[in-house]
């Protein structure tokens, strides 16, 4: 009796987490004077038109190339920034090695708004503003330090002695970081990679900040469909089913890594 009341928890509690998602799927395969006319449970006479839409007309597809462009230099830039720093303040100590590491904390805990105006300015002033570098960079401010904070969380649990073995084979500093180090922090890298990912991917204010239109990403694109007849509901929620997928499937593909990296690591 005890298992079935857990099983039918667990079916109620996904399946408030599912409706979000199925009302928007509904939406998607709707015309919009549909939507507006009557509330259907499900689409009685769907179409793909909206999708169609999102496929053809370039703003919106050129968005989403914008999205994995800017998501994949961030979190290449991230990883690459975070993993010496993460060893270093895993394994050396040196003066002020915990201020330095609580100030880039800091950095994660402010609000985005808050940069938005020296990063656009910043940016007029160098010419970066409607590049993919742009956002990418300032994306980079908020996810270095998180990257730092769990890398160095599974580092600090990789015994010294792996270390002080591997310089005494003879291998050299940068062959043993990539070659013994980095495949024994595989799952860290990967959570981190996941939650870089995410954050790159459904920041919205600096994104549209700083880009106008040949970097605009599908957040800042789905914020500009008012139009004269209002807002396309099912245009938007296509494009929202299609938001969610890549999130969908980097969390597959990590999701081995994660269960480990929640239970090692600092998250």
């Known amino acids: 009796m005890r298992i079935q009341k857990k099983t039918i928890g667990l079916v109620l509690y996904i399946g408030l987490l599912m409706l979000p998602i199925y009302w928007m799927l509904n939406m998607s395969l709707r015309p919009n004077a549909d939507i507006l006319g009557s509330m259907a449970l499900y689409p009685h006479h769907p179409t793909l038109a909206n999708y169609v839409k999102i496929f053809t007309d370039k703003s919106w597809y050129s968005g989403y190339l914008n999205s994995l462009m800017i998501v994949v230099m961030n979190t290449l830039i991230s990883l690459g920034t975070a993993l010496p720093a993460a060893y270093a303040f895993s394994r050396y100590r040196f003066l002020g090695d915990k201020q330095v590491f609580f100030w880039l904390l800091t950095n994660r805990m402010a609000p985005p708004a808050v940069f938005a105006l020296p990063f656009f300015q910043l940016y007029s002033t160098i010419g970066l503003i409607d590049t993919h570098i742009a956002v990418a960079l300032a994306h980079c401010l908020f996810n270095v330090p998180l990257a730092v904070w769990i890398l160095e969380g599974f580092m600090s649990g990789i015994p010294r002695e792996i270390d002080e073995t591997a ?96 239970a090692l690591g600092r998250v």
């Open 167 to 262: 310089f005494i084979d003879g291998f050299s500093f940068p062959r043993f970081f990539i070659t013994v180090f980095v495949p024994l922090i595989r799952a860290g890298i990967g959570v981190t990679a996941f939650f870089c990912f995410m954050f790159s991917w459904v920041e919205l204010l600096l994104a549209r900040t700083l880009t106008v239109t040949n970097a605009k990403p599908i957040v800042a694109t789905m914020t500009r469909t008012v139009s004269a007849g209002g807002l396309d509901w099912g245009l938007l929620a296509a494009a929202g089913i299609l938001t969610i997928m890549p999130g969908a499937l980097v969390i597959w593909f990590v999701r081995n890594y994660m269960a480990k990296g929640f």
